[in-house]
């Protein structure tokens, strides 16, 4: 079967540091996102990765390991405006996106 | 505001109502999808159109049925739907299949009574 694991909840300081995992499992493999959603708002991209290794993009970077089927994503320097949920989703062979529950990120002054 | 509008952002409806939830992209997209999100679930994908033809169907309830007149308008009808069809449907839009970065639109939060 697909499937899709990431943390429920993490709680973190304003400035700090912090990385949400997830694991796969898809039948085939086409890349892994991150979307990141607001309350009450849409899903907006953050960042997508097919090969092995680390993406920057600002703050945020994301990790891929395709033989351990596990991901990352790390953000940095904290700010109270990214609490939100942080999505994985894996592309499968026929490039239809599985998607995590989300991981819903509280940050703390 | 990603170019991808839905209306109505929110909608409660009886069991024997009839509604239609509309979707528009304004980025010249090839593909577009119906999501369904309920709390703490992974979001579900009901339906994809590719060029106004649609290629999936995941076992959606067929109280439930699309409409893609073209490719910049998908459209989805609900018919005696249940309580437990209540949640956030959200619409999203994709260069093509392959080119799978999506860009949603803000939902419909719907409520079955």
């Known amino acids: 079967g697909q499937n899709i694991d990431q943390p429920t909840e993490m709680t973190a300081t304003e400035g700090a540091i912090v990385q949400i995992n997830c694991t796969y499992q898809?039948?085939?493999?086409?890349?892994l996102f991150w979307y990141q959603q607001h309350a009450g708002e849409a899903p907006t991209f953050l960042s997508y990765?097919?090969l092995d290794g680390l993406e920057e993009k600002g703050r945020f970077s994301s990790f891929l390991s395709r033989s351990k089927g596990y991901s990352y994503l790390l953000l940095k320097e904290l700010q109270m405006k990214d609490s939100a949920s942080y999505l994985c989703?894996?592309?499968?062979?026929?490039?239809?996106?599985?998607w995590g529950a989300g991981t819903k990120l509280i940050i703390k002054p | 505001e990603t170019g991808v509008t839905q209306t109505p952002r929110h909608l409660v409806m009886g069991m024997t109502n009839k509604k239609s939830l509309k979707c528009e992209q304004h980025?010249?997209?090839?593909?577009m999808y119906w999501y369904k999100q309920s709390a703490k679930k992974p979001l579900e994908l009901m339906f994809v159109?590719?060029?106004?033809?649609?290629?999936e169907n995941n076992s959606v309830p067929s109280r439930f049925s699309p409409e893609c007149p073209n490719s910049s308008h998908l459209f989805l009808h609900l018919h005696t739907l249940q309580p437990e069809d209540s949640a956030l449907y959200l619409c999203?839009?994709?260069?093509?299949?392959?080119?799978?970065?999506?860009?949603f639109g803000p939902g419909t939060r719907l409520t079955v009574l």
């Open positions: 999203a839009s994709s260069q093509d299949l392959e080119n799978n970065e999506q860009f």
């Open positions: 980025l010249g997209h090839n593909a």
């Open positions: 159109y590719n060029f106004k033809e649609q290629t």
């Open positions: 898809t039948s085939g493999f086409n890349g």
């Open positions: 990765n097919v």
């Open positions: 989703a894996s592309m499968d062979s026929n490039y239809q996106l599985i």
